[in-house]
């Protein structure tokens, strides 16, 4: 698995956003070493999951394309629905859109509730082959539960600059052999000095959703402004290799509009930061 994978959801997989772009960006991340693109019936409105299956008809079979369960788009809103019915046929709709017979790796969106028919379900549906490896995207309670039941081979969940507070359960799921898969590895990119300078549509509807969910943070980010002056590195260069940096992180599920954020992203896999540097985000994180 690809230490970048490529988040094909958010303003990627709007109406609004060409999809002759959102093909540029998936052949540039392929072009990279990605293979890992992960997804959900969601995402984008509903629409994220029918151009990943157009844009790689035909090479989804040599890839892992990762999707969820229990999250719907319908009525032009987002629905949790866990029951047995609305999985199989989740998972039924999403390999069609996706124009596979087979998902490598299924993800519970969110800790299912209830969790016993559930969890009985996705492993009946793995039994007949229509998924591979199950997965869980989560926060920190379902984390911690899905780790103790040890079903599950790979754990979704959020870990950056901002919030390292799952530090000590990464270690713990890595020495269980479970994968962790980080989302949100660059923190919004919440620490830019430039984050309200706006240009683009999608630079304005990614600011509006992180104040959406993400306000308290715009503060803690402050302290990591720091790493903007780092000469020859970008910020969200050194966001992304410091989630990296730790061993137990298998992947970081990063979603982008643009070829040249996309490059330095693919870069970061590479980077190691210096120690000095590192210590001095450990200060502040401790603050």
Known sequence: ?????????????????????????????????????????????????????????????????????????????????????????????????????????LHFHGYPHPADPAIDTVLKLKDKGMIGAL??????????????????????????????????????????????????????????RNIFKLTTPSQAWYLARALKNHRMKFIHGRKFRFINDVEGLKASEIALAFVLNNKNVTSAVVGTVRPEHLRINLGAAELELPEALLRRIEEAGSR
């Open 135 to 192: 997965g869980l995207s989560t926060g920190a309670g379902g984390a911690k539960r899905a780790l103790k039941l040890g079903i599950f081979d790979a754990l979704m969940i959020e870990y950056n600059l901002l919030d390292r507070s799952l530090e000590q359960f990464i270690e713990r799921a890595g020495a269980a052999g479970t994968g962790i898969l980080v989302k949100s590895p660059l923190a919004q990119t919440l620490y830019s």
């Open 1 to 105: 698995m690809s230490e970048i994978s490529f988040g094909a959801g958010g303003y990627w997989g709007m109406n609004a956003f060409d999809e002759r772009q959102a093909a540029r960006l998936v052949e540039q991340a392929l072009d990279g070493g990605v293979n890992l693109f992960d997804t959900g019936p969601n995402y984008s409105r509903g629409n994220a999951e029918e151009r990943l299956g157009r844009i790689l008809k035909g090479r989804g079979r040599d890839l892992i394309i990762s999707t969820k369960v229990g999250s719907l788009w319908s009525g032009g809103r987002n629905v949790k629905d866990f029951s047995p019915r609305s999985i199989e046929q989740s998972l039924q709709e999403s390999l069609k859109r996706l124009q596979l017979e087979h998902l490598p790796l």
